[in-house]
């Protein structure tokens, strides 16, 4: 196992290398640079300018460029951004606890959906129940989040009036008080339901072809010949095997929170980093735009490294290719 | 036993020498929800392409004087903060956003098969030196480089092509990984090494006799990717970073939510595209669940 796992995180130095020199490159493409963050905005005096420019390494040949900018970025150092005029990795440090939250909620949510879901489904297949689920299910992941989303918007906060629809937390709350937890819960429980809706489905189909395909199994018969109760049957011997292929779905809900945290962050303008992203992309603040895009690509790929080796721990098969 | 007899009973009721596609054709039509999402899908796509002949309005036009208005009178479903007629702009928006879809689609599929069917046919060094390619691609996050492509060639290109071209390139991994699944899986037959034994070229055998095979997959996988990319440009519209706002889409129309008090106040300024949005994505994923079973032998519908 320790040696499959070595494996996998050596196979992807090279991915990983080669999304640092697009998100590089990409970031050479943009129109302007990220000079006019570091230096003085009021000086502009043309031999200023330059001096700084070439202080700051902007005329240097590209591969050293490039390596300066890994150094950086490996030390934690992303610049400074054009628009707060204050280290990257600051903003980035203040919105990450709210994503955070924000998608650990949603992963909650999808597991307890997903779990009395999936277990009634495959405990009564090809029942009224079975298909309700079945068809809500569907519509889970046919609808857009971000419709979901507005919809939510509408109808919970504006004409019920049940929760907020922006920010993380009431302004004015003392940090750490129990009112100030309460209010963060508040603020995230209707992102996080649109957020966690998104990967329930996938979840709770699986968890219910997988019940209805264990309970036809022998191991199955023998425990019901011996007289155990059923519910004991479908809660313990079934389940316990069940959940085991599950958990390689976690890498990839990774992912699948990165690209909904933009939209729905957007949406509830809820601050996190999705939400920061978008703004240095609508105002050209070019280096925390890099930083964000460089970082969830870096998620990405962990997300998916942690997949690959959680189908390794499943499956003990896949290990030998 | 039962499947047996169930089996043989339904042999008896078809006609005897039916090609697969026939009896594809015939499971779909009997499928109820699949025909109604069709028609649906159908009268959409025609209405769209026929915009410019139901409506007469103005798209571009802004009429200070008409400004919100709520539906009912001159304007069907209202007019919207630039007084332009919602109606109107729902026809040409499904346009766009029907375009994007349709045309992602097709490249995408288009790429996805040729990457996948020479990685599975050649197997060995090209198998692996693509497949290390799709790998590299899916690790992208979808939306961050989508935004970020088009802030770049924003301006350098027309703006639908951009997004066209972006959408494309970042989303036929998964694709390319389905269809060289299938053509491994396809290429074990004896059918091929009889193919290449006689001296077929490798493009031969595989546009000749490996592709038609897989062709049901690749048909399912277009429709699940139609939907998806369609719910992608409405994303980004709605996000603001899709089509130009000059052009109307559908999820241009819905970014307008965004402004709390129109998501409030006057709901028949986004309502409308989310509602015809949330219909057109479920009746097309109706239609590839209809065709992933119509496709799949071992159901008996």
């Known amino acids: 196992m320790l040696k499959y796992t070595i494996r996998r995180i050596i196979g992807m130095i090279p991915m990983l290398l080669l999304i640092s020199i697009v998100v590089f490159l990409l970031a050479k493409a943009m ?32 591969p050293v460029q490039y390596f300066d900018w890994v150094k950086g970025f490996v030390q934690g150092d992303f610049g400074k951004s054009t628009r707060y005029k204050m280290p990257v990795s600051d903003l980035i440090m203040e919105r990450i606890p709210n994503t955070v939250f924000l998608g650990v909620s949603s992963l909650l949510i999808t597991y307890i959906l997903a779990f009395s879901m999936g277990i009634f489904a495959g405990r009564k297949p090809y029942t009224i129940g079975d298909h309700v689920i079945g068809g809500l299910n569907y519509l889970g992941l046919a609808i857009p989040s971000f ?66 395909e264990n309970s036809r199994k022998d191991f199955v018969r023998t425990a019901r010949a011996k007289g155990t109760a059923t519910s004991k049957i479908y809660n313990v011997h079934i389940l316990r095997n069940s959940i085991i292929p599950l958990i390689t779905f976690l890498g990839f809900d990774i992912a699948t929170i990165i690209s909904g945290a933009i939209i729905t962050e957007t949406i509830f303008t809820y601050p996190g980093i999705g939400q920061l992203f978008l703004n240095s992309v609508t105002t050209n603040d070019y280096p925390t735009m890099m930083a964000i895009t460089m970082l969830l690509s870096l998620l990405t790929l962990v997300g998916n490294l942690i997949a690959d080796i959680l189908y390794g721990v499943v499956d003990p098969r896949i290990r030998l290719d | ?128 030196l693509l497949m290390r390619f799709t790998d590299f691609v899916l690790n992208f996050p979808f939306l961050v480089f989508v935004i970020v492509l088009n802030t770049i060639l924003f301006g350098i290109v027309n703006g639908l092509w951009v997004l066209i071209g972006v959408i494309s390139l970042l989303s036929w991994g998964g694709v390319a990984r389905i269809v060289r699944s299938k053509i491994l899986a396809e290429k074990e037959n004896e059918y091929i090494l009889a193919a290449i034994s006689i001296g077929c070229k490798p493009s031969k055998v595989i546009m000749k006799h490996l592709l038609p095979n897989v062709l049901s997959t690749i048909i399912v996988q277009a429709t699940v990717t139609f939907a ?36 409030r106040d006057k709901p ?11 219909i057109t994505i479920l009746s097309i994923n109706f239609i590839g669940e209809g065709l992933k079973d119509a496709f799949n032998p071992k159901s008996n519908r």
Not at chain 1, 31 to 52: C, F, K, Q, R, V
Not at chain 2, 69 to 85: A, F, I, N, Q, Y
Not at chain 2, 246 to 261: C, F, K, R, T, V
């Open chain 1, 31 to 62: 129109p302007g640079d990220s000079l006019s963050g570091e230096i003085d905005p009021n000086n502009t005096n043309p031999e200023y300018i330059a001096e700084m420019r070439e202080k700051l390494g902007y005329n240097d040949p590209l």
């Open chain 2, 1 to 128: 036993m039962v499947n047996v007899t169930a089996n043989e009973m339904n042999r008896q009721e078809k006609p005897i020498n039916m090609s697969p596609f026939a009896i594809a054709r015939r499971k779909f039509l009997r499928n109820k929800l699949a025909m109604v999402s069709s028609f649906f899908l159908l009268s959409v796509i025609i209405i769209s392409v026929l915009a410019p002949y139901i409506t007469t309005q103005d798209i571009t036009k802004v009429n200070i004087s008409q400004m919100s208005l709520e539906p009912g009178g001159e304007h069907v479903l209202g007019t919207d903060k630039s007084g332009r007629d919602v109606f109107t702009r729902l026809l040409y928006g499904g346009r766009i956003s029907l375009l994007v879809g349709v045309t992602c689609t097709f490249l995408v599929i288009l790429f996805g098969t040729i990457v996948g069917s020479i990685a599975g046919f050649y197997g060995g060094f090209v198998d692996g």
């Open chain 1, 147 to 212: 419709i979901a989303g507005v919809f939510a918007i509408y109808i919970f906060s504006f004409n019920l009036g049940w929760t907020p629809y922006a920010g993380s937390v009431e302004v004015g709350l003392q940090e750490g008080t129990l009112d100030y937890w309460l209010s963060r819960i508040h603020h995230v429980i209707m992102p996080a339901i649109v957020l966690g809706a998104l990967a329930t489905a996938s979840y709770t189909q699986f968890l219910r072809n997988d019940i209805i």
């Open chain 2, 268 to 278: 028949w300024i986004w309502m409308p595209p989310a509602i015809i949005l949330t």
């Open chain 2, 228 to 263: 998806t990319l369609i719910v992608a440009e409405s994303a980004l519209g709605f996000l603001g970073f899709g089509v130009p706002q000059s052009i109307p889409s559908w999820g241009n129309m819905l970014s307008a939510s965004q402004e709390a008090d129109v998501l």
